[in-house]
């Protein structure tokens, strides 16, 4: 039989055991609390808690002791758990108010939310139903966009379809610029339709895009030449303008030059357009050459009219002087063939005062023609 004192001697051995194996323990304890990984930390340290409950209690004060050192370290290990949910609710809750954006890729979400750990069995659930609940929206959202994607996909092909006959009648049409403008119209209508399905859109785009190169290739030639046409009528104009200028400035007011100045006129409307800007500016200076010159041509044509005015003037005064003259020669021939007692002489005189008589009538009916004139 085993005496007291060995009995002493083996429950001391059993309390150094199990001392040993408690500060055992504690130091892997300690090991988990600076672990990255809370879950790995927390499962491992409730392991260690099993096995401390399993280690024999001796009720030694210096059991308590250790005791009280591992209890710091699970506190510690629980804290830093409790710090790690935080982030980990964070970054969940980060991620719901991203999954509210109605535009939000939200496969991409689900994979995030994957990756974060827990934040408590609780707390996991309730920010899970959260972010759930606005999955499900999302997709029945996009659902019903699908559905009313079908029909808008549906209403812009037809309306598409519609552009591209109507392009088809219009691309060969002689009346480029008004067709430009329906191009345009047709373009803006196109762009306003929307997409359909990829497969259609390409489609239709090819043949729209087809005849907008084909009417483009069209309104290109056309504008060259109108271009080319409307330069030479540009050098025309400012032909005729030079031409114009030329008479105005030389005061060529004969009658060639001003039949000239008359043809110049039409052949400005011959000459086409040369552009509205620059038939402005240029028809402005033509305009304003030929008013000069019909004006000079007036005041040449009244000072010339002035001038035969004079002339008549002068000779209507000198014609009635003329009137007079003859006059005072017949009184003195009248004397004078009152006294005179030749008879030839007499009849000599008669002659002379008919023939001065019939000169003034003549003078007197030029005058008569010059205040005629003159009126």
Known sequence: MKNNLDEIYEGVADL???????????????ELASLEDSKEAINKINDLSRRWRRIPY????YEDELAEEFDACLNACYEKRKEL???NAQAKEQIIAEAKNPHVNMKELMERWKD???CGREKDEELWQEFNALRQEFYAKRKEDFENQKERFAQAKEIKEAIIKEAESLVDNENIIATNEKFKELFEKWRAAGRTDTESNDELWEKFRTLRQQ???????????LREKQSQAYQAKKALVAEALENLENKRFNRETIDRMKELSVEWKKAGSAGREKDDKVWKEFRGIMDDYFDGLKEERQARQSQWQERMASSKDYKNELIQNQKRQIERLEREKEETLAESRVREIEEIIADKEDYIKQLEKEIADIEAKLQ
């Not at 001796?58 to 004060?61: I, N």
């Not at 009417?215 to 030449?225: I, P, V």
């Open 215 to 225: 009417f483009n290739t069209r309104r290109n030639a056309y504008f060259h030449e």
């Open 16 to 30: 150094d055991e199990a001392i040993a194996e408690r500060k055992d323990l504690i130091a892997k304890a300690k």
């Open 116 to 118: 974060v750990p827990s």
């Open 58 to 61: 001796w009720e030694s004060a």
């Open 85 to 87: 949910y935080a982030l």
